[in-house]
């Protein structure tokens, strides 16, 4: 009998109620076709609580963004929250595909998976304070080297929680991919965008460092980011030569990946409201603001309305060439926290360069699966079959599962 099965040590209410949450293991049919297993709900994470810890407060959406700080619509966030916009332009479709993503929602329960959890893949300093930066890793249960899948959590630069999007990793997992989920520092840690993606990088060299011990096959690695995550994707994508973001350990490996999935991340930081009604986009402006402590650093006063040289080279347009692996790009139309048009002005860009781009613009979905401030007609498109396994597809394209 084909099961399910989570390996990790489990301590605590918080990680009895992963357990609890996990795919069945009755006999049946799964949904991708494999005898001996019965599909059921993907598993989800436990809430966060007030500081962001996961396991406390209540239950949590399906894969809950959950340490993304939000503002009241119209643009009423302070200086550490994100701002809700009231109103979305209609976005130019120009170079995208326009989906509505409706159907069954992803279930799990056709591999036997295992999960090794808290891997310290780094401990870097920022400001003279050392941070242990962790990831989880679910791995499918088959013979053979696997391609790998990192995913990067969004949260606003202000969080990075790696529980984040447990259901849509493990829905992947099951398909033949090791997937591992990436803590990085933030500006909650004094951070810029340097360390977030040196962060990354040092995550890619890691697992490359120890693909045996994890059944890697480390020359089929993929980045793949929410929000906040999909523009440190995006970052790891166009920066595989530029070595002044390689530092840490493990500088005998590549941080370079073969395919980039970038889920509605911001990209050119000073128009990431360029859609919003004026008051929600002059707060995403504001000086000193989250977004700006970013790109300047966490003592700044200055705002990244301008396109400054600092606030071009935290673009990942900036770095784009024919050498860049192939990206993959979505974005809502009703997404009320970054622009629709940052995935589109990426994916030209990329397209101007010669990369293999595509970007899909999903009608009537919100920011991400766990959106703040979003209903749930709006974040269920991010867990329904037709987008992951589309997902899965432009993996399988470029890594082969």
Known sequence: ??????????????????????????????????????????????????????????????????????????????????????????????????????????????????????IVYSTPSTNGTKTELKLDLTVPKTDGAKPLVVYIPGGGFLTAQKEQGLNRRTYIAERGYVVASVHYRTTTDGATYVAGLADVKSAVRYLRAHAGEYGIDPGRVAVWGDSAGGYLAAMAGTTGGVRKFDVGDNLDQSSKVQAVIDDFGPANL???????????????????????????????????????????????ATYADADDPAFLLYHGDQDRLVSPSQTLALHNALLAKGVDSTRYLITGAGHGDGGVGMPASMTAPWTTRKVVDQLVGFLDDHLGS
């Open 270 to 316: 000073s128009r990431i409201g360029a859609d919003f009604d004026d008051k929600t986009e002059q707060a995403n402006l504001a000086a000193g603001n989250m977004t700006a402590k970013w790109v300047y650093g966490p003592d700044t006063n200055k705002s990244v309305a301008a396109y400054t040289d600092q606030v071009k080279a935290a673009d990942p």
């Open 1 to 118: 009998m084909a099961k399910f099965k989570l390996g990790r040590t489990l301590v605590g209410a918080a990680a009895l109620g992963l357990a609890l949450t996990a795919c069945s293991t009755d006999s049946g049919t799964t949904a991708s076709g494999e005898a001996g297993a019965r599909s059921s709900s993907c598993p989800t994470p436990p809430a966060p609580g007030p500081q962001g810890a996961p396991g406390a407060g209540a239950a949590a959406p399906s894969g809950t963004p959950s340490g993304v700080p939000s503002g009241a619509p119209g643009g009423a966030g302070a200086g550490n929250q994100l701002p809700i916009a009231s109103t979305v332009a209609k976005p130019d479709t120009a170079n995208s595909k326009v989906i509505s993503a409706t159907g069954p929602q992803i279930e799990c329960g056709g591999r036997e998976v295992e999960t090794h959890d808290d």
